[in-house]
C-alpha cells in the first residue's frame, strides 16, 4: 500500500518550522554579552533569525545606529531649557552685569593687553546692551551665532560688523583664534556705537532672525 505524503497546512507548516529553528538555539549558558544583547534584540523585535547569523548582525548594527540617531535627534530639538543653576561661564553673558560693567571690563582688559578676554567682553557688552534695549531676545539657551543673526536684523547698518564679530567670539570661545589689537579695539567701539544706534523694523520676510532656533 502506498502512503500519501502529508502536505502541512500554513499553521503546522509555522509551527514545523519554529520547532527546527528552536532546535539551534544556543545555550545562553554559553552565549557571549554581545551574543546576549543580540537576543535580547531579535526577541523584542520578533527577528526570526540565527543571532549568530551575519546578515543579522548587520540588521542589527543598522537598527541600533537608528535607534541612536533617534534619540539624538530627540535631544536635540526637544531638549530641556538650561537650568537656572547652571554655571556662568556656560552661558553667553550673565544677566547680573549691566552692559556698562561689561564694557568698562573690555577697556580695562584691552589697556592691561589682555586681548581675548578684553574681545569676549566687548561683545558680552553689546550682547547685554541689546539685552536692556529690548532690542533682542537673550535667553540662557542664546548662542553668538543666534544673537548675530537676531540683531543684525534690527541694526542692518551694523549686520556685516556684527556677524563677523560672532564668528570670532565662537572662535575665541574655543581657542582656535586670538584677536588683534586693531580687532579688539574695533569691538569695544562697536560695542559702543550698539548701545546706541537706533533700531529699525524689519519686514517679517527680510527678517533672517524668524530663520534662527529659539
Known sequence: MTSIPWTPDDDDARRLLDERIDSY?????????????????????KLNVDVSGTGNLVTLGFLVLAVVVLAFLLFRFFRPSVSPSQDADELLVDPSISAAQYLDQARQLLAAKQLDQAYLQAYRAMVRAASERELTEVTPATTATVFGWS?????????????????KFNEISYGSAHPSQQATESIVHLAATVAVATPTTPHPHQNPARLMPR
Open 151 to 167: 540683531l543684525g536684523g534690527v541694526l542692518p547698518a551694523y549686520r556685516t560688523a556684527i556677524h563677523e564679530a560672532s564668528e
Open 25 to 45: 538555539d544556543v545555550d545562553p549558558t554559553g552565549m557571549s554579552w554581545w551574543e546576549r544583547v543580540l537576543q535580547w534584540l531579535n526577541d523584542a523585535l
